[in-house]
């Protein structure tokens, strides 16, 4: 299956820290479900709870999203393909 290159967007003044995000675990998504990666680590994201419940919401079968860390420290956040 082909695929077509991820364009990940380069930071400017006005750019969103959960665009950001966003554009982080989209990249994250296409890694995992491509095959070229079996887990991938997010870390230092400005909004985690945000970018899971996105990666949740993309409801792609086969994936896990797991959220990780305390509350009040850093937080990542892991996508991998769901064991079965």
Do not use: C, K, W, Y
Request: charged letters at 25%.
């Amino acid at each position: 299956m082909d695929r077509a290159p991820i364009q990940f967007p380069r930071a400017s003044a006005e750019f969103d820290p959960l665009e950001r995000d966003i554009a982080e675990v989209d990249v994250a998504i296409e890694l995992v479900l491509s095959g070229m990666a079996v887990r991938v680590r997010l870390a230092n994201l400005s909004r985690p709870e945000a970018a899971a419940a996105h990666a949740a919401a993309a409801g792609e079968p086969g994936l896990q999203v797991l959220l990780e860390g305390a509350i009040e420290g850093s937080r990542t956040l892991t996508l991998e393909r769901r064991a079965g």
